[in-house]
T-cell receptor
Framework: AAGVIQSPRHLIKEKRETATLKCYPIPRHDTVYWYQQGPGQDPQFLISFYEKMQSDKGSIPDRFSAQQFSDYHSELNMSSLELGDSALYFC?????????????FGPGTRLTVT | ELKVEQNPLFLSMQEGKNYTIYCNYSTTSDRLYWYRQDPGKSLESLFVLLSNGAVKQEGRLMASLDTKARLSTLHITAAVHDLSATYFCAVEGGGSNYKLTFGKGTLLTVNP
């Protein structure tokens, strides 16, 4: 079965640079979530989209922005990168109105800021 | 604000032993998830618990949910080394709030 696709899988950037992370949800899923997991920490919710509209917002820095496109893929744009942004970034997708609204997680993008 | 507390945070077990991980949460929610994470890897869904009294079992793992007590347990039976990983419980916000709030995770080490 098709899973959530994230690209790139690994990304190395320098401080103050920008980064763009991409997420391709499971086909027919209409909701995308972004989570950030720092080293040794639990995943923290950043932002979510339903039908291309922002549906919820968590602890996402103002330096970050995200959107969902007409084909339902989503991009997380990160500017003025800081060392503390180094983390695993997960995208998850779900089908609103599905049996359990279960979120299926992608493999993650490991961002390293040097 | 929804808070999720998981304990223990660290668990070292001998193979063949049983143990339970606990997950408490602070506000009403009808959906709770258990995930497994290996180092540097993604979150593997283990169980989705949708209603009060739900019990699910897969191999040596069994999860239950008590929504009245706001408590879920993950029971490990006759542990084997392959179960070594970090286990997270996660709770949906409730109502129309579907974002997940995770516990801190339990790092499980099963020793031969």
């Amino acid at each position: 079965a098709a899973g959530v696709i994230q690209s790139p899988r690994h990304l190395i950037k320098e401080k103050r640079e920008t980064a763009t992370l991409k997420c391709y949800p499971i086909p027919r899923h209409d909701t995308v979530y972004w989570y950030q997991q720092g080293p040794g920490q639990d995943p923290q919710f950043l932002i979510s989209f339903y039908e291309k509209m922002q549906s919820d917002k968590g602890s996402i820095p103002d330096r970050f922005s995200a959107q969902q496109f007409s084909d339902y893929h989503s991009e997380l744009n990160m500017s003025s990168l800081e060392l503390g942004d180094s983390a695993l970034y997960f995208c998850a997708s779900s089908l609103f109105g599905g049996l359990s609204y279960e979120q299926y997680f992608g493999p993650g993008t490991r961002l390293t800021v040097t | 604000e929804l808070k999720v507390e998981q304990n223990p945070l660290f668990l070292s077990m001998q193979e063949g032993k049983n143990y339970t991980i606990y997950c408490n949460y602070s506000t009403t929610s009808d959906r709770l998830y258990w995930y497994r994470q290996d180092p540097g890897k993604s979150l593997e869904s283990l169980f989705v618990l949708l209603s009060n009294g739900a019990v699910k079992q897969e191999g040596r793992l069994m999860a239950s949910l008590d929504t009245k007590a706001r408590l879920s347990t993950l029971h490990i039976t006759a542990a084997v080394h392959d179960l070594s990983a970090t286990y997270f419980c996660a709770v949906e916000g409730g109502g129309s709030n579907y974002k997940l709030t995770f516990g801190k995770g339990t790092l499980l080490t099963v020793n031969p």
